[in-house]
């Protein structure tokens, strides 16, 4: 084609000379007997690109020279922008920690008897410190009655147009200590009670521990074996009692003390014991009632505990299944006792005769 002829179709000149530019098509040009492998052309004079073998040589134009080496120039300043990014993020991190470590020592250091109103005439911290800002004021709360529901009221049979509100709290077993499932618990409930409080109305969370029953007992005689080598048989009911009591004492004030330290609003002159008399009685009184109603009542035979001498619940009794005769050891007996059978009695009646 002649010059005039390539310029009325300057797109299939452009497409028929990338395409001779490619080594598997320029090699069969070659073979064909094409002079040179390609049709004389007047375009730009192409680059050979260095370090490429001669007999395999890729050919770029200036254009595409120009492109490649802005790419490369974008990919530099790209590579810098990311070394910077990550010095930054670096010394970002360390300054963090380094704050971290100054905000563990932030603490109240000011003197304050409890019951005393928090100083608060001093600078505050910079940043959030739990220790900082906890300190020193739920005695306060307690000293100003703010839990009471006769807080603002002569009394708590006030009438109060907005309303009550009053809950007893979860009792949580005197035997242990407060987990993150009281804490959550605990925490709903401050909020409600809170809420409640702040809307105007008489408020009550009334607060208390539960004996937990058979827990406490083992507990308990464990510790006077331990100490004085006695069972509960020996010291007897009254005197057994006095050291749940003593018990109770011990590990219910810790219990209190964490409900303390979370900041729940109790109103903790009404706390309950579940062995209180006056509690005593409700329990008593209840099922004498339900059981006149006949909503409870005896059916199947109870789980006797021959170590504990008392009845237990089904959640505390651990279920074996036997095939038949089976001897097993029992805590509390010497040798081992006699499973898997039913034996019948039969007692004579005396002057008349008969079995019963």
Same mark, same amino acid.
């Given at each position: 084609?002649?010059?005039?002829?390539?310029?009325?179709?300057?797109?299939?000149?452009?497409?028929?000379?990338?395409?001779?530019?490619?080594?598997?098509?320029?090699?069969?040009?070659?073979?064909?007997?094409?002079?040179?492998?390609?049709?004389?052309?007047?375009?730009?004079?192409?680059?050979?690109?260095?370090?490429?073998?001669?007999?395999?040589?890729?050919?770029?134009?200036?254009?595409?020279?120009?492109? +490649?080496?802005? &790419?490369? =120039? $974008?990919? /530099? *300043?790209?590579?810098?922008?990311?070394?910077?990014?990550?010095?930054? @993020?670096? +010394?970002?991190? &360390?300054? =963090? $920690?380094? /704050? *971290?470590?100054?905000?563990?020592?932030?603490?109240?250091?000011?003197? @304050?008897?409890?019951?005393? &109103?928090?100083?608060?005439?001093?600078?505050?911290?910079?940043?959030?410190?739990?220790?900082?800002?906890?300190?020193?004021?739920?005695?306060?709360?307690?000293?100003?009655?703010?839990?009471?529901?006769?807080?603002?009221?002569?009394?708590?049979?006030?009438?109060?147009?907005?309303?009550?509100?009053?809950?007893?709290?979860?009792?949580?077993?005197?035997?242990?200590?407060?987990?993150?499932?009281?804490?959550?618990?605990?925490?709903?409930?401050?909020?409600?009670?809170?809420?409640?409080?702040?809307?105007?109305?008489?408020?009550?969370?009334?607060?208390?521990?539960?004996?937990?029953?058979?827990?406490?007992?083992?507990?308990?005689?464990?510790?006077?074996?331990?100490?004085?080598?006695?069972?509960?048989?020996?010291?007897?009911?009254?005197?057994?009692?006095?050291?749940?009591?003593?018990?109770?004492?011990?590990?219910?004030?810790?219990?209190?003390?964490?409900?303390?330290?979370?900041?729940?609003?109790?109103?903790?002159?009404?706390?309950?014991?579940?062995?209180?008399?006056?509690?005593?009685?409700?329990?008593?009184?209840?099922?004498?009632?339900?059981?006149?109603?006949?909503?409870?009542?005896?059916?199947?035979?109870?789980?006797?505990?021959?170590?504990?001498?008392?009845?237990?619940?089904?959640?505390?009794?651990?279920?074996?299944?036997?095939?038949?005769?089976?001897?097993?050891?029992?805590?509390?007996?010497?040798?081992?006792?006699?499973?898997?059978?039913?034996?019948?009695?039969?007692?004579?009646?005396?002057?008349?005769?008969?079995?019963?």
């Amino acid at each position: 084609m002649t010059q005039d002829e390539r310029a009325k179709f300057p797109h299939v000149h452009r497409w028929f000379h990338a395409m001779s530019s490619h080594p598997p098509i320029r090699a069969l040009l070659e073979e064909s007997g094409t002079p040179g492998g390609l049709p004389s052309t007047t375009t730009a004079p192409a680059v050979k690109q260095s370090g490429a073998p001669s007999d395999n040589v890729i050919l770029k134009t200036p254009t595409q020279l120009k492109k +490649e080496a802005k &790419k490369k =120039e $974008k990919m /530099e *300043k790209f590579l810098q922008k990311q070394d910077k990014l990550k010095e930054k @993020t670096t +010394e970002k991190s &360390k300054a =963090e $920690k380094k /704050e *971290k470590k100054e905000l563990e020592v932030i603490t109240y250091d000011i003197p @304050t008897a409890p019951g005393q &109103k928090k100083d608060l005439s001093g600078p505050m911290p910079d940043s959030y410190s739990p220790r900082y800002v906890e300190a020193a004021w739920y005695s306060w709360w307690e000293k100003m009655g703010f839990f009471r529901p006769e807080y603002r009221r002569s009394s708590v049979s006030e009438h109060n147009p907005k309303g009550v509100f009053m809950m007893c709290i979860p009792p949580p077993n005197v035997t242990g200590n407060l987990h993150l499932g009281h804490a959550l618990t605990n925490a709903v409930e401050d909020s409600l009670t809170r809420w409640n409080r702040m809307c105007g109305k008489t408020t009550l969370w009334n607060p208390g521990c539960d004996h937990a029953g058979i827990a406490t007992q083992v507990v308990v005689e464990k510790k006077i074996w331990r100490e004085n080598g006695l069972t509960r048989h020996d010291i007897g009911r009254e005197k057994f009692v006095q050291e749940i009591w003593k018990w109770k004492e011990q590990k219910g004030d810790r219990i209190y003390h964490q409900l303390r330290m979370l900041g729940s609003s109790l109103d903790w002159d009404r706390a309950c014991f579940t062995m209180d008399p006056k509690l005593s009685r409700s329990v008593k009184e209840a099922f004498v009632r339900l059981h006149d109603l006949g909503i409870i009542y005896r059916s199947v035979p109870v789980n006797w505990s021959c170590r504990l001498n008392s009845a237990i619940s089904d959640i505390e009794v651990d279920k074996k299944e036997l095939a038949g005769r089976t001897l097993l050891s029992v805590p509390g007996y010497s040798e081992k006792v006699e499973f898997g059978v039913l034996v019948s009695f039969a007692y004579p009646v005396e002057g008349s005769g008969n079995d019963v």
